[in-house]
């Protein structure tokens, strides 16, 4: 399969695809222009919201409006009236560091990893779970890139990419307490260029992993880990996807500039169709108050 441009967003960074089936809106991010979009593929139409520092990832809140992660704090959006609420204030993140690619679990706590802005600085980055209530658990240190993330349908695992070990790995994982255990290797992933960046799961419980360099996004069995399906992209900087549209048979796609032969293609949207349909997304529940 192969996708096709959706829309020319020219983005630095583009990252954090998710499908908001309430609004019918894809949601991503800019990193590096410190921006937050939504896309609406009926229309064509994408709006932008510029936060004036570098955004690691947006969700949908549970009450309305978007969480997002910014350079320095993670927050509450009001994409209408472009209000802004703190709900949580690191004290403890190198500020090397910068928020990168995050999710929230069934149970509505955000998960959202960092990473080093500055070359040649330790692996020092980590993978955070902001509960309700705000507070903020480091539960994966030493990571050096935090990207993909995605849950089981039955909240019994968790997918997650750290993607300069070059794997999709996976937890056992307690939805009642945001526990964590049991890390291993479900698809080691060297086998193919590029290195695994965001991911989405589908109702089949497959894991779509865009790989950054690889010019693809490639379907691993959620079980055994064998590649069982790939959508070719036409850029190399392939950073992350979501399964959405009306049917949920839509991949979208986001992409980077790069520096590749084929660079003018990369920071657009791309889209491709697929058999089998992805899930809802989890909203945020974190209190706003």
Known sequence: MHATELHRAAASLGEGALWDDRAARLLWVDILRGEVHSFDPATGRDSCLRLGEPVGTVVPHADGGWVVARKTDIIHLDPVTTRITRLADPQDIPSHSRWNDGKCDPSGR?????????PGTPPVSALYRVDLDGKINALIPRVRISNGLAWSA???KMYYIDSLRRSVDVFDFQNGSGRI???RVLADTRPWPGVPDGMAIDAEGHLWVAFYGGHAVLRFDGITGKLSGRVEVP?????????GGPD????????????EPDAAHGGHLFAGRVPVPGLPCHRAAIRLS
Request: charged share 10%; proline share 0%; glycine share 6%.
């Open 154 to 156: 039955d909240a019994t």
């Open 248 to 259: 949920f048979q839509t991949l979208f796609i986001t992409t980077a500039r790069g520096e």
């Open 235 to 243: 850029t190399a900087c392939v950073t992350s996807c979501a399964l």
């Open 181 to 183: 255990f049991n890390r």
């Open 110 to 118: 955000l998960w959202v990893g960092t990473l080093s802005a500055l």
